[in-house]
């Protein structure tokens, strides 16, 4: 074995590796990395020491890229991500058509990217109402939990009879998301909870609206959705 770098250290660069290596802080080991992982970005990205030792536990190959190198390509990255979400907002979301360019650029800069796994619920019929969502991919299911009784009285034909009472929740579907459609809207339209349930049918990527100014974009959600 041997360090791949050293606590203190100024951090120059980034390394992709193929093998194991050991991460330790003050002699401790914290974890291990294996084939495809990255470190040393962290020193990268803050201008500041290593924080921690690296030890190959194997042999191990690393691939070095330079600190200007790695800041470059990070800023490729950003450019990249950012007009491909400009395409999705402008292009693919109904609700924000009719939204100027300067106030579409204003909003990819608060949303919140997140993923969610099929038949997990992304809000609940009865939570509070705080966040918007805007599905990237995937498909969400919207229901509607209703309470279900039924009475029965027994014996039928009996003057002196007894009524059975049965209740139970179900959920009733009401319609198919998919790529560009949006849910969530309950806080603009002056409702403190959510009206419904949405569930992922598949692999959802979606943006969240949350935070301030939210309620500074509620006029332009509320002319929309009317």
């Known amino acids: 074995a041997f360090s791949v770098w050293w606590a203190g250290l100024d951090g120059y660069r980034r390394r992709f590796f193929s093998g194991k290596v050991r991460i ?10 294996h084939s495809g992982d990255c470190f040393g970005e962290r020193s990268l990205e803050k201008d500041e020491p290593r924080s921690a030792t690296c030890v190959a536990s194997e042999r ?36 924000l058509r009719s ?20 038949g ?3 809000v609940k019929q009865g939570e509070k109402s705080a966040v918007m969502y805007l599905i990237y991919r995937g498909k969400v299911a919207i229901q509607k939990e209703v309470v279900y009784r039924s009475e029965n009285r027994w014996p039928a034909l009996n003057q002196s ?3 059975a009472c049965h209740e139970k929740n179900v959920a009733l579907p009401l319609k198919i998301l998919t790529v560009g459609d ?5 806080m603009a339209l002056n409702y403190e909870t959510r ?8 692999t959802c990527e979606v943006s969240e609206r949350s935070g301030g100014g939210v309620e500074e974009d509620e006029k332009y959600i509320r002319a929309t959705t009317n």
């Open 60 to 95: 191990s190959q690393c691939v070095v890229i330079k600190s200007h190198e790695y800041k470059i390509m990070m800023k490729m990255h950003q450019a990249t991500k950012f007009k491909k979400a400009m395409a999705f907002l402008t292009k693919q979301c109904n609700i």
């Open 161 to 163: 009879y007894t009524v």
């Open 195 to 202: 009206q419904y349930s949405a569930v992922c049918e598949e």
């Open 120 to 122: 997990e619920f992304i």
């Open 24 to 33: 330790l802080v003050d002699g401790q080991v914290m974890g291990e990395l």
């Open 182 to 186: 949006f849910f969530g809207e309950e």
């Open 99 to 118: 939204w100027t360019y300067p106030k579409v650029f204003r909003l990819s800069g608060v949303l919140i990217r997140r993923m969610f796994s099929p």
